[in-house]
């Protein structure tokens, strides 16, 4: 990883954001802090979704739909390219029935108004 | 996209040698000329699989297993960053039963000796 450590530091700010704001609390307006205005999210069995209001429906419904209670995020490698940084990474997925699924992801974050945000989110089920 | 016709043209190249050499006539060696050789795949269903040696195992497999005859692949968007590239695309496939299923991906291209090969390529349905 050739990322310096105050930016892991607000890339795992926004990533526990998602989980204690947007997750737990399903605070989808949380959202605005996390990815930047024109994202692009790619959700397995969907198709590609662009820009945060549209993602914001997409979240709303996808939480709720599966009852997603947590989402453990963990950085498996980060690299800084040009102003951008390419993330790999891991998601553990708590249900409301007790179920919980493994996901990867690759994001590419991007800085809005100084803040880290995540501006293309593709993820997939290891299972 | 802020990446030039040249370099377009040669990603272009090297999406096609994976339909036309590796797809189409199961010649798994093509994948030197396409991925990184510590490149990194994120397949639905499946772990992270690192180093292209594994990753040849992987499709050898998939492609057989999955029936795969043909897989065109389409740029959505390209961005320069630094000596990278992100590309978010399409990827139309083609199996021997006559299905077709429809894929997007991110892959993050470098280059190696002087060839632009995908280093890092996650994907998920459509549908």
Known sequence: ????????????????????????????????QVYTGNARILP??????????????????????????SVKLTTVEAESLG??????GRADLGLTDGQTLT???????KQEAGQWKWHVDIWNPNQ
């Open 1 to 32: 990883m050739n990322v310096p450590e105050t930016v892991l530091t607000a890339m795992r700010q926004t990533n526990e954001l998602f989980n204690s704001e947007v997750v737990a609390k399903r605070n989808i307006s949380g959202l605005d």
């Open 83 to 88: 102003d951008s940084i390419v993330e790999i």
């Open 44 to 69: 397995p069995g969907a198709e590609m979704i662009v820009g945060r209001d549209q993602i914001k429906a997409f979240w709303q419904q996808a939480i709720a739909g599966l009852g997603l209670k």
């Open 103 to 109: 996901v990867k992801y690759v994001v590419l974050w």
